[in-house]
């Protein structure tokens, strides 16, 4: 096999080894250093062909339960495969562009090249997380969850910066290690290059180690500065006075996800959540959380079931935040949030307004419905526009349902509203018991860091659990498990930079792109020289 070949697939499995279940978070920090070492120089376009390869092969392992949840649903294995393998060879794109991107290096100097790769990689993220109605899944940053001091940087630039710092660590070591890398080196042999006048490759080997020593000397400084910050921050949170503790109980029924809308089962749901409450009073609650439509049925549609849970709610006497699917007047239905007072009464409510794609609404579905149905046996939902703050026995609360928990700006603006904590509401009883429920529980953690709030989080089937604002995950349930999960939070009114200021880090990681490409190109304006051209006579060719 070719070198390049071997360095991308090494590359791939690093990467699926930092996500979950793996969890070997470290692996990140040199997960990438293969690839930039496969293409590094070579023409973009064999670049990007190495990079989404390499970027669809990750993703198809990272993402193999997609074709677990079709077969689930009873979706044909031959509509699950290419499901799966197309949204894997589409995310696969964006590697295959940041390989393009560096490989060219368009002009940067040699300590600006793994910022370049850094903020190229920041920026691409960014762009996926809206791209087609987005899909940030798995991004680099959230594979260092666990590393609460170097996560805490994501208050001020969201998940977006702790990517960018494990690629600008993988690009440093990567430039560090591998002549090739120089963006600076003109023609190595075997490979087309960017030919660069002589005056600027008669560098000799000493300047080159001096070159090498000062960018992995400033990219360690930013670590530590960063994690000096992280630090800080979490002692900081560690000697506040504490703030009246509110209880809260997490409801987790861990009801099949194929039993939930069959009228055969409602009387064993309604009994198993009976149960589940009936042991909250030992703690005695001032809210109880349910997951995401818990409710089997139309909330406020159905006499008999809106019955059954005012009867079950006036019995707790406490406030309930309740996941259930809702009808409009015109016939449309909702994936709803509903907050209920003691005696049942409706106090707010919210619509889930990102839906899942093919999970509950089918895109193009005029195209592709007649072949693909919505995978929730309800059909499909229309999207909400209401507010996602909610009143509550612990004060106003940002709602995120499902899906929804993935994406940071949405989440920022429930608590730039006044929400004091986050609730995230789900159901991952279609994923079965593959790597999805833990890759989708990681992104609360995030949320939580980003705005500094406490992340109370009710799944279906787990996990469930309550995330303080420092993104430490105080209590965790197992997964397919009946549980109450119980615990006290504390509601929070300061704003983070983050929840103040929104992306502005990827903004900047974007623009910075910008202007290192036509710094590139008008340097090549200016030599005549291109990707394409030969060298001119007279240049030396370097080995």
Known sequence: MSRPLILSLLSVLLYILSFPKFNFHWLAWIALVPLVCATAGLKPKRAFLIGWAAGTLAYAGLLYWIVITFRSAQQSFFLAVPCWLLLSAYLGLYWGAWTAWTAGKTGTSRLAFPFFAAAAWATLEYIRTYLFSGFPWTLLGDSQWR??????????????????????????????????????KAGVQGRQRHWIPARQTAVGPSAGVVWRTASAGMTALILLGCYGFGVYRLRIFSMEATAPSLKVALLQGSIDQYQKWDSRYIQDIQHTYEELLSETARVNPDLIIWPETSVPGYLMEDPDLTN????????????????????????RAYNTAFSLSPRGETLGLYAKQHLVPFGEVVPLSRLLGRWIRVLNDLGGFAAGERSPVLPSSIGPIAVNICYEAIFPDLVRRGVRQGAGVIVNLTNDGWYMRTAAPHQHFIPNVFRAVENGRWVLRANNTGITGLINPAGRVVSASPVFVRDVVTGTVSPRSDLTFYTRHGDVFAWASLLFCILISLRGILRRRETGYSFRSRPPQGTPRQS
Not at 168 to 184: G, K, M, Q, W
Request: hydrophobic content about 50%; overall charge positive; charged content about 10%.
């Open 308 to 331: 059954w849970l005012r009867g079950v709610i006036q019995r707790t006497g406490t406030h309930h935040l309740v996941g259930a699917p809702s009808r409009a007047p015109g016939g």
């Open 147 to 184: 590393h609460l001091p170097l996560i805490q940087m994501a208050s001020i630039t969201g998940v977006y910066g702790v990517s960018f710092l494990v690629v600008l660590v993988n690009a440093a070591v990567a430039f560090f290690i591998n002549r090739d890398v120089t963006p600076a």
